[in-house]
């Protein structure tokens, strides 16, 4: 799951100060469970955005804003589109970009991206991968330290571990205490004592 | 016979290492200055790469600085500000404008300095910069070109000495099998927990330099027992802090008695005072290991 957090509407006003006859598309996956861009979240945006002056063509939830196919298949969920200046998109940074693939008009984003993570339990879990494109996750028992821990460190963790919590947030657990407690469960520790070469970054 | 720090590594001498940071602007006549009472005292002088993330002149400028003034130093070299480009040019550098010892670490997160909005990179890890050396060791770069010249290095890493930790012994094996030459260890106090941390290497064929940091008041003794990782003050400590007249003669005093300790446990002792090294040689009168 992509997250999401709702930019505030006054920032997102700021965005459209030059903007008018705008049209709202949410995203029914990952923006609608995190209430960021699901059906409730749109129709209040265009509510508000008309409170505050500005005149709202229409609106549309595709099911996943990020795999929009055509202009055409916006046009068959709500034909208004064709009269929009501008499109705010309520999703994440993908769904932003994947409608401006589509469309002849500004797009502007409502929601800031902040990783990939998960919703587990009710839980919002942020920061589970880092989409590397070099995946050794269970080397570490199915927790990536390139995502989890601060400095993305591969061998083992820093000096700054106080009492199990992270150096730069000591309300945030140390990725390796979790990995080696997880290790543990699995009985895998012998894992620890791989050397693991740097990722390897470019272009991809 | 004048012997260098790599060659005093494989003699039987205890070592004594400082650390010093280099000065915090392009004036660097005060921290000569301070360097200088160790001339021809101690064996290497560690030279620090922005610690605590707070930006200073860099350790490469500052250990050539040091040299040239006839120190024997240990450039520091961390992860957090250079990618394997810029660590390998500077490693490069290093070696031709004659430094010979380095200590690798991976570095505090940049926010727990003055610039903390930069950009960190850890683009490597300190095992990772250690594997990278012993290749410009061989002569060859990371990516295996080869290169017009190679290094040869004395190569050093750090450890925290929770004998408790088994991540971090893990990574101090792991350190040692990438070519750490010698091992600086975070300061001790509680003498009782070294031991026990030397005997849970002992499987590991490196000479461990046991960090000292003299206490100058009680609440320096809290506040590291509070928030430095691995820093470990014992009670003992706390309760003879507390009743000194004089805080700063008993944190001497305290390292010291720690030192004598230390001469039969570690192969050296890196001190690393809290400010200037005006206490540094009277500490080392103290435990003896100067004859006055």
């Given at each position: 799951m992509i997250i999401t957090s709702a930019k505030s509407f006054e920032v997102i006003l700021a965005l459209l100060k030059n903007e008018d006859n705008m049209f709202v598309i949410g995203c029914n996956v990952c923006a609608a469970k995190l209430r960021t861009g699901g059906e409730p979240e749109v129709l209040e945006m265009c509510r508000k955005l008309e409170e505050s002056g500005k005149q709202v063509v229409g609106w549309a939830l595709p099911t996943a804003a990020c795999s929009i196919r055509s202009f055409e298949s916006l046009v068959d969920k709500n034909e208004k589109i064709i009269d929009a200046c501008c499109i705010l998109v309520m999703a994440c940074g993908s769904g932003v970009s994947s409608v401006a693939n589509v469309v002849g008009v500004p797009v502007y984003g409502s929601n800031d991206t902040i990783s990939l993570g998960s919703l587990s339990g009710g839980k919002l879990i942020s920061n589970q991968c880092v989409m590397c494109g070099d995946c050794i996750i269970g080397e570490f028992g199915g927790i990536c330290p390139k995502a989890q821990c601060s400095k993305g460190l591969l061998n083992g963790p820093c000096g700054g571990n106080v009492d199990g919590m992270c150096e730069i947030d000591r309300l945030k657990d140390c990725a390796w205490t979790l990995i080696y407690e997880r290790l543990k469960k699995i009985e895998r520790l012998d894992l620890l004592y791989n050397i693991h070469t740097p990722q390897e970054h470019g272009f991809k | 016979m004048h012997l260098n720090f790599r060659e005093k590594l494989n003699s039987s001498k205890f070592l004594v290492t400082a650390e010093i940071s280099p000065p915090k602007g392009t004036n660097f006549s005060v921290s000569l200055e301070d360097a200088s009472q160790?001339?021809?005292?101690?064996?290497?002088?560690?030279?620090?790469?922005?610690?605590?993330?707070?930006?200073?002149?860099?350790?490469?400028?500052?250990?050539?600085?040091?040299?040239?003034?006839?120190?024997?130093?240990?450039?520091?070299?961390?992860?957090?500000?250079?990618?394997?480009?810029?660590?390998?040019?500077?490693?490069?550098?290093?070696?031709?404008?004659?430094?010979?010892?380095?200590?690798?670490?991976?570095?505090?997160?940049?926010?727990?300095?003055?610039?903390?909005?930069?950009?960190?990179?850890?683009?490597?890890?300190?095992?990772?910069?250690?594997?990278?050396?012993?290749?410009?060791?061989?002569?060859?770069?990371?990516?295996?070109?080869?290169?017009?010249?190679?290094?040869?290095?004395?190569?050093?890493?750090?450890?925290?000495?929770?004998?408790?930790?088994?991540?971090?012994?893990?990574?101090?094996?792991?350190?040692?099998?990438?070519?750490?030459?010698?091992?600086?260890?975070?300061?001790?106090?509680?003498?009782?927990?070294?031991?026990?941390?030397?005997?849970?290497?002992?499987?590991?064929?490196?000479?461990?330099?046991?960090?000292?940091?003299?206490?100058?008041?009680?609440?320096?003794?809290?506040?590291?027992?509070?928030?430095?990782?691995?820093?470990?003050?014992?009670?003992?400590?706390?309760?003879?802090?507390?009743?000194?007249?004089?805080?700063?003669?008993?944190?001497?005093?305290?390292?010291?008695?720690?030192?004598?300790?230390?001469?039969?446990?570690?192969?050296?002792?890196?001190?690393?005072?809290?400010?200037?090294?005006?206490?540094?040689?009277?500490?080392?009168?103290?435990?003896?290991?100067?004859?006055?």
């Open positions: - | 160790l001339k021809g005292v101690i064996d290497a002088l560690n030279v620090t790469d922005n610690q605590c993330s707070m930006m200073h002149m860099s350790s490469l400028a500052f250990s050539k600085l040091l040299l040239d003034d006839g120190h024997e130093p240990i450039m520091q070299l961390t992860c957090r500000d250079r990618n394997r480009l810029g660590l390998q040019s500077d490693l490069l550098g290093a070696y031709a404008l004659g430094i010979r010892n380095i200590c690798l670490m991976t570095g505090d997160f940049p926010s727990c300095g003055d610039h903390p909005g930069s950009k960190p990179v850890y683009d490597l890890d300190s095992v990772q910069l250690l594997q990278l050396v012993r290749k410009l060791d061989s002569g060859i770069d990371f990516a295996e070109n080869k290169l017009t010249g190679g290094t040869s290095f004395c190569t050093g890493a750090v450890s925290g000495i929770n004998p408790a930790n088994p991540l971090q012994l893990i990574k101090l094996e792991k350190k040692v099998k990438c070519g750490a030459y010698f091992i600086q260890t975070q300061a001790v106090f509680d003498l009782g927990m070294f031991e026990e941390f030397m005997e849970a290497i002992n499987h590991l064929d490196v000479p461990v330099i046991a960090g000292l940091i003299p206490l100058k008041s009680l609440g320096m003794a809290e506040f590291m027992n509070r928030n430095i990782s691995g820093i470990s003050v014992p009670e003992e400590i706390i309760f003879r802090m507390r009743k000194a007249s004089n805080p700063m003669e008993e944190g001497l005093s305290i390292a010291s008695e720690a030192i004598s300790e230390l001469v039969k446990l570690s192969r050296g002792i890196h001190i690393m005072p809290i400010g200037s090294h005006k206490n540094t040689l009277r500490l080392l009168y103290m435990a003896r290991l100067l004859e006055k």
